[in-house]
């Protein structure tokens, strides 16, 4: 699929760029699909190498959280990070 503007919030923007900034997105694409180069592009204005994205996907219908960063923004084409995944137990 492609990314979505429904699924994305601001968490925390950086005053002046001096600090990275935080967003979160929600999607039922994969990780996969979103940490491919080009995915976040119609963003290229707005990401900044280094900013961090919080990202909620699905895989075969399981949600998962994943912390991905931005590692590139260049000519318009803004490539992340694989993602590190955030396990969680629920032994309840």
Excluded at 19 to 35: K, P, R
Excluded at 59 to 84: F, K, P, R
Aim: charged content about 10%.
């Amino acid at each position: 699929m492609a990314y979505s503007s429904t699924g994305w919030s601001t968490v925390s923007a950086s005053k002046a760029g001096n600090s990275v900034a935080l967003y979160a997105y929600s999607s039922a694409d994969t990780i996969g699909d979103i940490n491919t180069s080009g995915y976040f592009n119609t963003l290229s204005d707005v990401l900044n190498v280094g900013d961090i994205i919080f990202v909620r996907s699905s895989t075969g219908g399981t949600q998962a959280v994943s912390i991905c960063y931005v590692a590139s923004n260049a000519s318009g084409v803004v490539d992340v990070t694989d993602g590190l995944t955030v396990t969680s137990t629920d032994s309840d």
